[in-house]
């Protein structure tokens, strides 16, 4: 979508036969279907008909955050390695254009944005070397992470505590 608009802008700059009048029309009306984000009215949609994967991210992500390892652990057959979906999950609920989405179609009031920002800001400042299965029970850092993931889901009115696995497949070793 992103090369149309491109190939739209410019064809419309390419075009001899238009007026300079026309030309200008023809942008501010592309300009005025796009969001701050730079995407279409159109794309955006498309984006829409997914927020509900979208907001199983974001939940997910933070019920992962509440795990202990033990509970980590058991996540294995859903997650494989359960240590980098902890954070790759985090990471794709944050994509812009799918965090957007969310509070866009109001599935989270746009009062939680900023905790939310916050707390995906503490998990980034995490360092690397505690990023280990030894820490994750005992090191401080982690400790409150729990907490403030604890805190979040409460704020959302998120009473369970169980990964959701709709959007999931699961793969069985035979």
């Known amino acids: 979508m992103k090369l149309n608009f491109l190939n739209k802008f410019f064809s419309s700059i390419k075009q001899k036969d238009k007026t300079e009048n026309e030309d200008v029309t ?4 592309v300009a005025e279907n796009l969001e701050d984000n730079g995407f279409t009215q ?4 498309e984006y829409d008909k997914h927020v509900h994967l979208y907001y199983t991210y974001m939940i997910n992500s933070l019920i992962l955050y509440t795990y202990n ?3 980590l652990d058991e996540m294995a057959p859903i997650l494989i390695d359960p ?6 999950e985090l990471d794709y609920a944050f994509i812009p254009v ?7 179609n109001k599935l989270i009031d746009e009062s939680f944005k900023e905790d939310l920002l916050n707390f995906k800001k503490k998990v980034d400042d995490i360092p690397v070397e505690i990023w280990d299965w030894d820490f994750l ?17 409460n704020k959302l009115n998120i009473e369970t505590r169980i990964y959701n696995t709709d959007y999931t497949t699961i793969l069985f070793k035979k």
Do not use: C, P, S
Request: zero cysteines.
């Open 69 to 71: 390892v033990d509970q």
């Open 83 to 88: 240590l980098a979906e902890l954070y790759e």
């Open 137 to 153: 029970d005992h090191h401080e850092t982690w400790k409150n992470i729990r907490l403030e993931a604890e805190m979040l889901l």
């Open 98 to 104: 799918l965090f957007n989405t969310i509070f866009r």
């Open 26 to 29: 023809e942008i501010k009306d």
């Open 42 to 45: 159109e794309e955006l949609l």
